[in-house]
């Protein structure tokens, strides 16, 4: 069997433990079909000794930031207090450690606040990053030199990713996953931790916005409908009609279930059916362009590069999942 890729998680003094703990569930329940793991994960802090988390009690590591110089992912987790927020500092031991595993080719990553760390050691200079949005003010004071993006779920930004607050963690862990070994193992290992397979890291952040207002009726059901008929030329009377609601109603209420509008949403279905159908058939681009409701080839390949910035043949050719001892 393959070795295992190592990532090794650091964990300084206030460190957030949601943020500890995404890395190694998520990479831990990464398994190909016969059950074997992907990851090792291991935690580690400066000189192996005990740090304080946000939340009152301690977390004894195996091991010291040595551990990261065979790594082939580091990962900071998030902290709520110490150098990093409060002054825009890291100890001199994890900006070595960080920069040597850039130097070396390791994939650098953080989650939520960890991006304070990696901006303190000086990976962020001059790239795009994100951090949680609460922080985006702070984080801009102490590194002006950031290009900082606090509305979107996380950035890929080559060798060096960054995450917003806590749930975005899962987002960026499953996208390592995905990129890593496929969407069928990054899949697998979401429904294990019973988290949404897929969202896009430029959706923007929950920020905080007014609850919609809750009344008799609903979209859903005309959601769950439209999402068995996305290869028809459905419009926005159509739904409406549905859902027996005005079109002036039904949008309404439907952007105040969902944070977007009937044509955005639906737009998006079906740019995420196409997606499906080229990770798990060999269906030519103009029949998959047909079947989820994208009409032609050409319309496809415009969605999917506004999407996510790749051709249809580039996606399939990173994510499509073929059966063991078939040849691509």
């Given at each position: 069997m393959a070795e295992k890729h190592l990532v090794t998680v650091i964990a300084l003094?206030?460190?957030v433990p949601f943020d500890l703990g995404t890395p190694t569930q998520i990479f831990g329940t990464a398994r190909d079909e016969h059950g074997h793991r992907k990851y090792e994960t291991l935690v580690c802090t400066p000189g192996k000794q005990p740090v304080r988390t946000a939340s009152g009690y301690q977390v004894l590591p195996d091991h010291g930031l040595e551990?990261?110089?065979?790594a082939d992912t580091v990962l900071v987790a998030g902290v709520s207090s110490g150098d990093p927020v409060e002054r825009g500092t890291v100890d001199p031991r994890v900006t070595t450690a960080l920069n040597d595993a850039?130097?070396?080719?390791?994939?650098?990553?953080?989650?939520?606040?960890g991006a304070f760390v990696l901006a303190a050691a000086g990976l962020l200079d001059n790239r795009p990053a994100t951090t949680h949005w609460w922080w985006a003010d702070r984080f801009r004071e102490l590194f002006p030199h950031v290009k900082l993006d606090p509305e979107v779920l996380f950035i890929d930004d080559g060798p060096v990713l960054t995450s917003a607050g806590v749930g975005a963690g899962i987002d960026l862990c499953l996208h390592?996953?995905?990129?890593?070994?496929?969407?069928?193992?990054?899949n697998r290992a979401a429904r294990r931790t019973v988290v949404p397979p897929w969202r896009e890291g430029g959706q923007a952040q929950y920020i905080e916005r007014p609850l919609p207002r809750l009344t008799d009726t609903t979209t859903a059901p005309t959601r769950a409908w439209a999402l068995e008929r996305l290869s028809e030329p459905l419009t926005l009377q159509?739904?409406?009609?549905?859902?027996?609601?005005?079109?002036?109603?039904?949008?309404?209420?439907?952007r105040e279930e969902t944070g977007v509008s009937p044509a955005r949403w639906l737009l998006q279905q079906r740019v995420d059916h196409a997606r499906r159908l080229l990770e798990s058939t060999d269906l030519p681009v103009e029949v998959i362009a047909r079947r989820s409701g994208l009409g032609t080839a050409s319309s496809l390949r415009q969605h999917l590069q506004t999407t996510i910035g790749v051709a249809p043949s580039a996606y399939r050719r990173t994510f499509r999942v073929v059966p063991e001892g078939a040849e691509r």
């Open positions: 003094d206030g460190v551990i990261t110089e065979r850039l130097a070396r080719g390791a994939r650098v990553m953080s989650i939520c606040t390592v996953v995905r990129t890593d070994f496929g969407s069928e193992i990054a159509n739904l409406a009609t549905h859902a027996t609601m005005s079109v002036r109603t039904f949008t309404r209420r439907f």
